[in-house]
């Protein structure tokens, strides 16, 4: 997972202003810290994203949204919301 695609699921899950929130305030222990915390640190992006994905229970489909490709991702998101 590129940062890019990191910024691109976060926004796709949670949205982007709820999403962008969570990364900088919600601590994931597995992490140590905050998503931006440990991208800053070095922490590759698909790790931080797992730690997301636990953290709030979202259910294991949502690992895997920076793959799937668009029209995937829209059904996806339909399904989810």
Known sequence: ???SEFWEAIDAVFG???GRSYAKDIYLP???GTCVEAL???VPPV???YSLVEEMGVGDAA???HRLDENA???FLSCSS
Request: aromatic share 10%.
């Open 30 to 32: 597995a992490v140590s």
């Open 1 to 3: 997972m590129k940062s």
């Open 47 to 49: 790790d931080v994203w």
């Open 16 to 18: 982007p202003g709820l």
């Open 40 to 42: 800053e640190r070095g």
């Open 73 to 75: 991702r829209r059904a």
């Open 63 to 65: 690992k895997w949204i």
